[in-house]
């Protein structure tokens, strides 16, 4: 059974740091593009951050960039999310997806090819 759970939200004053993981299982991890998604309430879904499944393509939303860092360990089956300096502009749901088709790199512009998303862990910026 596919899974992908998110872990590792939290409260945090603004300029701190969390770390998100997404732990994978059900598939062959190594051969998918994985991004992180946020959404605040009201608001439309986002594309934070995007990674190919051999970690060669990297891409960052411009609200991020520069704070945010997105890697991933297959070994471990999982894909992380590195936020610092965090704003409270960052608070939301943070969800993982999974792109649809192997070995084939996944932008943050087409939510609609991630096929396979977690449940979300909530982040909230405040002081």
């Known amino acids: 059974q596919l899974q992908l759970v998110e872990s590792g939200g939290g409260v945090m004053q603004p300029g701190g740091s969390l770390r998100l993981s997404c732990a994978a299982s059900g598939f062959a991890f190594g051969r998918y593009t994985i991004g992180w998604f946020r959404q605040a309430p009201g608001k439309e879904r986002e594309g934070v951050a995007c990674i190919s499944y051999n970690s060669g393509l990297r891409n960052h939303a411009d609200s991020v960039k520069g704070r945010f860092t997105i890697s991933r360990d297959n070994a471990k089956n999982t894909v992380y999310l590195q936020m610092n300096s965090l704003k409270p502009e960052d608070t939301g749901v943070y969800f993982c997806?999974?792109?649809?088709?192997?070995?084939?790199?996944?932008?943050?512009?087409?939510?609609?090819?991630?096929?396979?998303w977690g449940q979300g862990t909530q982040v909230t910026v405040s002081s």
């Open positions: 997806a999974r792109g649809n088709n192997p070995y084939r790199h996944v932008s943050l512009s087409r939510p609609s090819d991630y096929g396979y």
